[in-house]
């Protein structure tokens, strides 16, 4: 496994529990101390439990376990029938596009270490061109390797799960005698989720490819789909979370990702979105996506409305009053704060002079990382200690769950602002809250 982040990292422990032996591979030394010390360098759950469990020699998986190390020196790799690779594809300072130096790089020095027959898995999200182009270079670096494109479509927060029961695996292989061999090798990897049922689908690489960029792209038109829903609710007096329900009961269109709130973020639907529409311009197709700058706007445009929202509950400046901000994390149950709504919302309400406290049950060390001049609580009753608004962005079950009578012997005034739609109005209201959300009347 070359790159043990969010990715490579449970991709690795997940394949070593289904009873492979696993060598993983990160530039990053601290993240590589940790894993072999079994102690994930982030959030997810199930994971530590996972690595413990597998260096006890356990069967998470139902399988017993293969053997599993980290380290840093590349070399490591040789030995190993398939290398799959999961680093990252970040956006590209200023630009749209997706950066793909570690990809390359990755490639590039895993090349000299393949030997005749193995099979090299590129698993990041890449624009679609990209296998072909790494293909052509493996031709001439390590010619009797073969290069598969399998997209990862792994949830953070439910990443072990997904990782050994997914819905689907695409492999994306090159139309040519060795076809059968090749996917023979990567059903042997996957037997355990192929025999519970995942589906498998072989196609050519830029198909393969083109499922990841394709499915983010639903899947963040939806959620923009119901945001748009929610400004002309708001326009109108309606409530987008009941629009949401009755529409939802249409089973053509269902009711998952039809959450209306503050929008996505994370480190993969903003950048893959943007990366997706640059890719298209290259090709002669932007038409096709223009689109997705739409999907990319309403999304930005709640965490400025959120913003407003809050000012207008807080009498229209922020000078002065102390916002309790619930929420790092771009999601709950993942310490990733990568383009987090939450932070983002932080940020601005501070820049207006908020005397804003951030609290996450787990982000917090990463929220601080990347915001130093935020300041963050640990505790969840002292960061709501004499508050003037309570803005909760990310959907935590240890937010969601409060009570609105204990919460409100803490704060100063009884403001909240529910930036997912996951409270019930009523019976905040009925304690004496003042209650808003985007959507809702
Ligand atoms: N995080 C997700 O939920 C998720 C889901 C599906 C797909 N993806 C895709 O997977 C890829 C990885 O995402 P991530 O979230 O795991 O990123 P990440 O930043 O958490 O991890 C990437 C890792 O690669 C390492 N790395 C970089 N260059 C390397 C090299 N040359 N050799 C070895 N290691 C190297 C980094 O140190 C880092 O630990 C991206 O393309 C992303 O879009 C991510």
Redesign the pocket.
């Known amino acids: 496994m ?8 449970v991709h690795a422990a997940c394949m070593a529990g289904l009873g492979h032996d696993v060598v993983g ?4 030394e601290g ?1 590589v101390a940790a894993l072999q010390s079994a102690a994930a360098p ?1 959030y997810e759950p199930g994971l530590n439990e996972l690595l413990a469990d597998i260096q006890a020699g356990g069967t998470s998986g139902g399988a017993t376990s293969g053997s599993l190390r980290f380290t840093t020196d ?1 070399g490591q790799i040789a030995g190993a029938r398939a290398h799959f690779v ?5 956006q590209r300072r200023g630009e749209n596009a ?1 950066d793909l130096r ?2 390359d ?2 490639f590039a ?1 895993a090349a000299a270490h393949l030997a005749p027959g193995d099979l090299i898995i590129g ?4 624009p679609v061109g990209t296998a072909r182009r790494l293909a052509e270079d493996l031709h001439r670096t390590a010619p009797e390797a073969r290069l598969v494109w399998n ?6 927060g439910h ?1 072990v799960t997904d990782t050994l029961h997914p819905d689907r695996l695409v492999y994306g292989i090159p139309d040519d005698p060795d076809r059968d061999a090749t996917a023979a090798v990567l059903d042997e990897i996957y037997a355990a989720p192929l025999a519970g049922g995942s589906a498998r689908l072989i196609t050519d690489y830029p198909t393969a490819e083109l499922v ?1 960029t394709a499915a983010n792209s639903f899947l963040a038109t939806k959620i923009s789909f119901i945001n748009a829903m929610a400004e002309l609710c708001e326009a109108a007096g309606a409530d987008v979370t009941e629009l949401a329900d009755a529409i939802g009961l249409d089973d053509r269109i269902g009711r998952k990702f039809l959450n209306a709130g503050l929008g996505f973020g ?3 639907l903003p ?2 979105i943007r990366a997706f529409m640059a890719r298209a311009g290259e090709l002669g197709a932007d038409q096709a996506l223009t689109f997705l700058r739409e999907v990319d706007a309403i999304n930005m445009r709640r965490r400025i409305r959120m913003v407003e929202l809050a000012r207008e509950v807080c009498d229209g400046s922020f000078l002065g009053q102390k916002i309790a901000v619930l929420g790092a994390a771009f999601k709950p149950e993942s310490d ?1 704060v ?1 383009d987090s709504p939450a932070l983002n919302v932080a940020a601005q309400i501070q820049l207006q002079g908020g005397n804003v406290v951030v609290t996450d049950p787990k982000a917090l060390a990463n929220a601080e990382h990347r915001f130093p001049d935020l300041q963050y609580e640990e505790d969840l009753e002292t960061a709501l200690t004499g508050a003037d608004a309570v803005l909760l962005l990310t959907e935590w079950t240890q937010f969601t769950g409060l009570d609105p009578e204990a919460t409100g012997a803490l704060v100063r005034t009884r403001r909240i602002l529910d930036g997912r739609n996951v409270l019930t109005p009523a019976t905040w209201r009925a304690a004496g809250w003042t209650y808003r959300a985007l959507g809702r009347p």
């Open positions: 070359i790159g043990c982040g969010y990715l490579g990292a591979v990160d530039v990053d993240k982030f590349l999961c680093v990252g594809t970040p997706a570690y990809v790089a990755a020095s698993k990041s999200t890449v997209p990862e479509f792994l949830r953070e990443a990841k994370g480190g993969c950048k893959d990733d990568r």
